[in-house]
């Protein structure tokens, strides 16, 4: 036989826990974010030298492929913590953030010595943000964001 066990719990109690849950939410969208946007308005004041280090790495297209990674890296920040659809940016900056680690930060075709081990602590830096975006991908912005009020109530009739 099953038993089913209850808990009693303190509203007010699940209340404040939900605030502070929203505002640590709040503060880390904007601290994930603000690298992106800062990185994002860098290469846009400096299309040509973003251009050149993706032509080093010998990608395709390389003014159209800068100009879209400050475009993604400015907006995306923006709209993360704004907390405006979210769930899709934090998967987007999570795939490019895994892309961009692969081809600029791979420490496994270099010689062991202070290069190597530089870019492999910022491939692991950039795991870590994947790490964080996957998390926000899952919970979403939280209340205190433009995703958060959007909230659709139906009253039966």
Known sequence: MATTT???TNDAEVRKAAGVSD?????????????FIMSGIEKFMGLDTTAQMIAFKGLPQPSLLAFATAALELGG????????QTRIMALAL??????????FHDFWNMPQGAEHTNNMIHFMKNVSIIGGFLMLAAVGAGRFSVDGPCVVHTKAT
């Open 23 to 35: 505002a640590l939410l709040t503060v880390g969208r904007i601290v994930i974010a603000l690298m």
């Open 77 to 84: 920040g923006v709209m993360i913590v704004i907390g405006w």
């Open 6 to 8: 209850y808990f009693q």
């Open 94 to 103: 999570a795939i490019f953030t895994a892309i961009a680690s692969y081809f």
